[in-house]
Structure formats: structure tokens, C-alpha cells
């Protein structure tokens, strides 16, 4: 079994900084992307960055320029750096990851954070 343990949420004004964490613990051989979701009430979980394990990165184009995603593969940590806050950046956000827990597995299994609250004051 693998765990994801997110820290860093918090209350910020708009244009404020945070840096959420995430760190998987458990059963690991290694991790293929890591990524993270934000759902904000009455809306659907939305894919906000990924990161290949070799470093290629992806963002939704609400975050583009604000938001950084980078991992330490020697933690198994993914990090979410995000600056020029927006109210619209209020939501819970999610840490996900594909889990190979050993080498004969090559997709790697999916596992979720269990959240943590980003909430940005106008």
C-alpha cells in the first residue's frame, strides 16, 4: 500500500504565495507521474500540473506563469509553488501519483491525497 500526505494549504490574500507538499510513503520500486487536482465547491476536479519522473511538466492554462510543479524522486515528493494567488484558486487540492510497487509493473497504480484546503481572500 502506498500513502500520499499533503501539507502547505492554508488562508492567503490574493496575490500571496503558498507551496504545497506531497509525500508518498509505503510500498515503492518507483513513481511515473506525480500531479495535482484542485476541486472547488460545486465543481469538477480539474487537473491543475503533472510531472513525468523525467521532469516534463503540464498546466492548466488558468495556471500557467503563477504555478511551478517540481518533484524530488530521491523523497517521493511533488511540490506545487504557487504565487500571484487568485480568489478563483480556492478549492481543495488533491496530490496524485502512478505507483510502481515493484519492476514488473510498468503503469503504475493510482493513489490520491486526501486533500487540503487552499482558500484565497479577495
Known amino acids: 500500500q502506498v500513502q500520499l500526505v499533503e501539507s502547505g494549504g492554508g488562508l492567503v490574500q490574493a496575490g500571496g504565495s503558498l507551496r504545497l507538499s506531497c509525500a508518498a510513503s509505503?510500498?515503492?520500486?518507483?513513481?511515473?507521474?506525480m500531479a495535482w487536482y484542485r476541486q472547488a465547491p460545486g465543481k469538477q476536479r480539474e487537473l491543475v500540473a503533472a510531472i513525468t519522473s523525467g521532469g516534463i511538466t503540464n498546466y492548466a492554462d488558468s495556471v500557467k506563469g503563477r504555478f511551478t510543479i517540481s518533484r524530488d524522486n530521491a523523497k517521493n515528493t511533488v511540490y506545487l509553488q504557487m504565487s500571484g494567488l487568485e480568489p478563483e484558486d480556492t478549492a481543495v487540492y488533491y496530490c496524485n501519483a502512478a505507483v510502481r510497487d515493484s519492476p514488473l509493473v510498468f503503469i503504475g497504480y493510482d493513489y490520491w491525497g486526501q486533500g487540503t484546503q487552499v482558500t484565497v481572500s479577495s
Open positions: 509505503g510500498t515503492i520500486f518507483s513513481i511515473n507521474a
